[in-house]
């Protein structure tokens, strides 16, 4: 399973947008990149998952650069209940089922 | 549709004594994971378990440990004579079929404290 490397916090205020750099620079072709969110005293949930390109859903957008060896998450317009710790997990979907769960970057979102 | 349940939310043993978590997968969900977190650390994988088939518990420690998912009722995960070294929380997630098994449902967790 490919490393990856993110930051470990973040500060942000209300109604800004966050963007979280993950690099994973040994990605391999089958591999897909997947984001998790924790918030505290919960289990991780996952946000959204993609191979290159853009992906977007109601929660966040995900841009994965044409060499894919890092990975964007962006939250809109971000609220308090988005401080949390974000997971950015590469590997490959149909077999990965161990989640390796790095340390992850915890954003505080300030009023 | 209940999400994944974990019971106790919370457990308190002393040395030696013996815990019980216990995990009900969302409805639908055959296939059964569970992690462990230490304090300020990322989840580290322990177990992945079918109806009454283990199928990789490369990640458990090889004594005291076990786990099993019975054709009927929960998941259980046993830790025997606990030592202060198994206080962490426990979480436990499910997916409903192995080729998405990268989305996985985590449960809200079972903070075990040893004393």
Known sequence: LAKTTQPISMDSYEGQEVNITCSHNNIATNDYITWYQQFPSQGPRFIIQGYKTKVTNEVASLFIPADRKSSTLSLPRVSLSDTAVYYCLVGRMDSSYKLIFGSGTRLLVRP | ?115
């Open chain 2, 1 to 115: 549709n209940a999400g994944v349940m974990q019971n106790p939310r919370h457990l308190v043993r002393r040395r030696g004594q013996e815990a019980r978590l216990r995990c009900s997968p969302m409805k639908g969900h055959s296939h059964v994971y569970w992690y462990r977190q230490l304090p300020e650390e990322g989840l580290k994988f322990m177990v992945y378990l079918q109806k009454e088939n283990i199928i990789d518990e490369s990640g458990m420690p090889k004594e005291r440990f076990s786990a099993e998912f019975p054709k009927e009722g929960p998941s259980i995960l046993r830790i025997q004579q606990v030592v202060r070294g198994d206080s962490a929380a426990y979480f436990c997630a499910s997916s409903p079929k192995r080729d998405r098994a990268y989305e996985q449902y985590f449960g809200p967790g079972t903070r075990l404290t040893v004393t």
